[in-house]
């Protein structure tokens, strides 16, 4: 493959993780937004219901589309930052487009990730109810957030993020033609700041 990588099938592979990343994001989203619907309605009492439903749908579907568009950023960002470094700190020789094709083949464990997420999110969220009290509402959102099926989920995501650095790192020292350890630090400076900064969501 790093004689003759495609684009197509590693394009699909990112866009399929951000559907499933949105699909997954809709029980949290729609929670959400009956949140800032019950919270619009109450603090403003020139709304009236259809009004503030409608803030709490629009609020909703920003929830969706960022969870989706966020899959997509994440592959670009990972494939400039790997392309720059291999590029211009070690003298690879790969082509940014190469990159961003092998970039994403490194995200089926994050396909695998968002799909245990999607799962572990439809479990907890659906079916449920908060309460009209606006603290009432935040504590029992807050609830959930924390239950142990989702910080699991969260916890798998960090393996699989981890594997999902094996993978970039043979795709990139195969592509760039540099050396393990110089490949180990393009793509583990992004890895690392990646896996930090889901950690500190999850604590």
Do not use: C
Not at 45 to 54: F, G, K, P, R
Not at 102 to 112: D, N
Not at 151 to 156: C, N, Q, T, V, W
Request: aromatic share 10%; no cysteine.
């Amino acid at each position: 493959m790093s004689v003759t990588p495609g684009i197509l099938i590693p394009l699909l592979i990112v866009v399929l993780t951000a559907i499933v990343a949105g699909v997954g994001a809709i029980p949290g989203a729609e929670l959400t937004g009956q949140f800032v619907s019950d919270s619009a309605q109450a603090q403003g009492e020139q709304l009236n219901e259809s009004t503030a439903e409608t803030i709490g749908s629009v609020s909703a579907f920003f929830g969706i589309a960022i969870a989706f568009g966020v899959v997509l950023l994440a592959w670009i960002l990972y494939s400039v930052v790997f392309y720059l470094i291999a590029r211009f700190a070690f003298g690879g020789t790969g082509s940014i487009k190469h990159t961003f094709s092998f970039t994403g083949w490194g995200f089926i464990p994050l396909l695998v990730e968002k799909f245990s997420g999607a799962i572990a999110a439809y479990y907890v969220f659906s079916g449920v109810s908060l309460p009209k009290s606006t603290q009432a509402a935040q504590d029992a959102f807050r609830e959930l957030q924390n239950d142990p099926i989702l910080l699991g989920s969260g916890i798998l995501g960090l393996v699989l993020l981890v594997w999902s650095g094996a993978i970039w790192t043979v795709a990139m020292e195969q592509l760039h033609d540099i050396s393990r350890r110089n490949v180990m630090l393009t793509v583990g400076i992004p890895v690392t700041i990646a896996f930090l900064i889901r950690l500190v969501g999850l604590l």
